[in-house]
């Protein structure tokens, strides 16, 4: 049968749906080794500022039920460097690269943005305004729906990039901030990002991670991402690119019959570094299965239970 | 390059209420992996625990012909991932990943001349068996101080024996060898030693490693150690394992130790960074 | 050593902080027959309206990692027969009730909190302002600030029992919900109820509840709930009762050193009906260990890192 | 009256490829049990999957003495929890809770004179052995109707046979029995019984439970059915269990299965609103 595993994604087309969630690939090279990291659908980078960062002091993740904490604080080596030294060798490769930026200032992402958009191998623009463990991450625009399209309007006048802003779940009503992002001139919309949230060692009673709060990822999240995604697409015209616990071709399915677009996959990327082809493979057997020449068809395809 | 095998479990030795040897069929890991590197173990198919968890290699498992056939490890049952692996059973199936990191010979090049003194704590003694190896076909002299609670805690040093290292073994409550920390042995050897260089490797409780480059940087020996940081992932995706080094500038940063290290030059280490 | 297990949670005394959650031990009386329910803290009652509700067509629950979505739909027999079949045997085993209450309006939670205010044998009501999975549970109350204060003072003047209203974790701010019930004159919150969540199957492209949406619990929500109950802490003087996937008598003193006055337990009851037990006898534990002599000595006892 | 056990495992037989019989040291529930009932068995002591899982008490173990000393399930692997079911290994302990919900002998007290016709589909033979040992205590006639896909799903007829039941069996590839569908023999057999009162009792997917229950309220035949709904607790905890049954008002209610059920009178189930 004809089936075509490649999506649409405004202006941008990816091979295939599935794409390396941001923070869990480091920036694509360092899984370069071990795999092809071009048959991906896409990798999303670690998040960049615009200049480096030593991010917290350790312990950064902690292990929950069916899912960890972390609080990285966005270690990392700046646009710069990425330009200078990772983005030539991930166009030699071949990788679509997602390239997921910061700010503590709308200033600071348009800046990023101007360099990303002035070098080739950039793919699209990930606006991180949803990492939920640092105070200047971001989240002060991504929980505000003026600040939510103050950014994105504002990336939009520096960049003909795709711009993807990344939602927070960590709010009321995620769908209206889906609504900001498209009103602001947004491509498309991923989500979600981590769930604040923390853990203590009750020996010590102190907090497992060095930063007392952290971000919940991982299977553990999934059914309310899901849920999220599906408030989304209800609300917008925008392409979706879900996320949050994708461990299997079935997740990823669920996500986009929710009405994702695309998926991102994290936490199961360190449990599992070679699962990309069993994701890719699985959605292709089940699109063999079902009849179905197209990914998009199966988005936002859920049926109302009788 | 890291290959992922869901590799059959050959063996598994109980050493102790709280130690055991497990082997596995991994020959892929088995070939490409050298000594002091480490593979990141999925305790179970399920996600409780979710993360896998990083082991070093301790023995390379060979067929009568010596073709390498898989790796174990020795572990210590200190929560839910090792207790998993304490109870797993010949015949099961789990996911390894590896081998990771860096080797204990890529901090040093062998520098001719010098004599290698391993410094190991109880679970610590794990990445030293593929070194001695090394160091045994390299004819050059070596020493275990390997130090413990108590007697139950000392396994495997008869290997080491066997491959030509001399023993100096220690336990905190006599039971076996002299009483006491490993430094103290390690302390007198050092000074008692004359001109001859040595490079000390170590591994073990943070403490100790830190008293071991205490040890090294005063007495003059070079000291490589071997580091136990959390791990997420062990392939540098997450961002999780950093410890505090100082760089080529000499300014401290967090670099990641599943890439750069577990093994780590011991005078580039900022200890009072390090989580625990 | 003397050590004490009670706590206070404003009027109201409990024998120990560890209460059954509500939805999760029916009315109590099921449970009669194979242990000591009056040992427990408390018995949080199923969710009770003034009138009988048949609640949701199965399938209600699901499993997901590490939790369960559910969309019971409050079926229940209504406050009339619960204070006439179910109280007076509550009674008669000494069990104390805290009685959980939903309103489709104002009136309806001030009439079922009268009349429960009639009998004998309830020591505190429970508002359910945030059931997730049906339109009309009152979470219409709980989403907004206005709503959690018109509800809670309505409340508040028809009877003098403790009024606790249980909080959604669905909200961007929860301190603030804290806030307005401690304003409305709460006697305590309690919180989380269940995350608004979906899980679909992928076969037949159809929710797994007949309901689509649910809410989720279990051992997966506890970091975050842990963290709403840091957050309120901070925010009010209140006594807070904590839940949220509590499974042992660790995850019970992690609510507590994160500003929990009690905590309640539901899913894990599904798993271990005799779980009351060994969270008490593990909570004295860890008092003998730690020198503690009575259990609010815990409550907010988080250090920060150094 | 429940009790939950940290039961070990005393045998697991494989009867094919996806059907095993777990046998637990639990003397205290197999005491308590009564025909039809059911157990609430952990598969993991961990969290994946998190729900216990209900099992029909298939057999009551006894020793030598014929003392209860345990009670045995009939497992049919179809998922996460009944996979790790199967694959349990004797000297494991899991978790199990019961007796639960109603006897079948609590839907129709027992009738002077009926004969007992049991009509099991596939693993739904779980509850009838225990009524089947009733049933031959109190010397009362018994038959099995007894359907599978093919002869490998017809198993443990014979114990049936031990017990005095006159056996009808199906498949539907003919590969044992008579090809088709177990209601065919039922319906046959309930026609050609003349005058005898019969009381039907039946166990399988729920199709095939419908049917039965249609031919026993057609033909004249009192009839017992036990639903298989997902049930979350077991003990009335959670109103996930709800069936829809027309109650003493007549009118239908949702009432929960596992204190009301999992037997039901036929007559009063509401076929439509069953979930699947
Ligand atoms: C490179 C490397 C090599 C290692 N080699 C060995 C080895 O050969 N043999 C061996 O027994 N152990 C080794 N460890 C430590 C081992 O990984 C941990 O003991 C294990 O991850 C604990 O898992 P758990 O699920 O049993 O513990 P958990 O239940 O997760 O935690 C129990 C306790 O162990 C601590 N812990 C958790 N993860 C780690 C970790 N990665 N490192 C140190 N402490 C941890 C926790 O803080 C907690 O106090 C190594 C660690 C690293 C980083
Ligand atoms: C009173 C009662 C007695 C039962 N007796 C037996 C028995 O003796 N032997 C036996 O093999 N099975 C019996 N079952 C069915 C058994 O409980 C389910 O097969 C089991 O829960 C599936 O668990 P799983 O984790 O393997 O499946 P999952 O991975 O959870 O799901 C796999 C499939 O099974 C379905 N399923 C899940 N839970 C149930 C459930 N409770 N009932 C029916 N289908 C379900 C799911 O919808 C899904 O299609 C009984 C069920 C009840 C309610
Ligand atoms: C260790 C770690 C680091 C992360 N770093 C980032 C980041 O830098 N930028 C970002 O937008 N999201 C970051 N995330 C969030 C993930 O991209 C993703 O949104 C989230 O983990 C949910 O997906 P998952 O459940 O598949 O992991 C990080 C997540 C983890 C676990
Ligand atoms: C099956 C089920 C039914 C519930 N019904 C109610 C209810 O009637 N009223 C209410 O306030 N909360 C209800 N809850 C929420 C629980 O009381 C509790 O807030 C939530 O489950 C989180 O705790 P846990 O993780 O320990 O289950 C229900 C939860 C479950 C799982
Ligand atoms: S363990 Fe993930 S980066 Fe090192
Ligand atoms: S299974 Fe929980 S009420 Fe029946």
Known sequence: MARDLSVQIGSLTLKNPIIAASGCFGYGLEYAGSLDVSALGGVASKGLFLKEREGHPPPRIVETPS???NAIGLQGIGVHRYVAEKLPELRRLGVTNIVNICGTTLDEYCEVARVLSDHEGVAALELNISCPNIKEGGIQFGCSLTGTYDVVSAVRKVTTLPIIPKLTPNVTDVASFARASEEGGADAVSLVNTFLAMAIDVETRTPKLSN??????????????????????QAVKLPIIGMGGIQSATDVIE????GASAVQVGTANFV???????????????????GIGRVSEITGSLRKNT | MAVDVLAEILTNRALSRDYNVLGFAAPEIARLARPGQFVMVRPTSGNDPLL???????????????????????????????SRLYAARPGDRLSILGPLGRSWLDVFADAPGHESWFVAGGVGLAPFLTLAEHTAADKRPMR???????????????????????????????TAGEKGRVTLPLERELKARGG???????????PMMRAVAALGASLHAPTVVSLEPVMG?????????????SGADQHPHFVRSCLEGPVFDAKRVQWEALAH
């Open chain 1, 67 to 69: 899912g960890m904490l």
């Open chain 1, 212 to 233: 007392m709060l952290g971000g919940l990822s991982g299977p553990a999240i999934r059914p309310i991402a899901v849920r999220m995604v599906y408030e989304c697409h």
């Open chain 1, 255 to 258: 996500f986009l019959i929710a």
């Open chain 1, 272 to 290: 599992d570094p070679f699962i990309w082809t069993k994701l890719t493979d699985g959605l292709a057997d089940y699109m063999d299965r079902h």
């Open chain 2, 52 to 82: 896998r968890r990083p082991f070093s290699i301790f023995e390379i498992l060979r067929d009568d012909r010596r073709q390498p056939i898989g790796v174990s490890i020795l572990n210590k049952n200190v929560g839910v991932g090792t």
């Open chain 2, 144 to 174: 275990l101080f390997y130090g413990g609670r108590s007697q139950s805690d000392l396994y495997y040093a008869s290997l080491f024996e066997d491959l030509g290292a001399s023993l100096h073994l220690t336990t905190e409550d006599g």
């Open chain 2, 196 to 206: 001859r260089p040595v490079t000390l490797y170590a591994c073990g409780p943070t």
């Open chain 2, 233 to 245: 992932c062990g392939m540098g995706g997450c961002y999780s394992c950093v410890v505090k080094v």
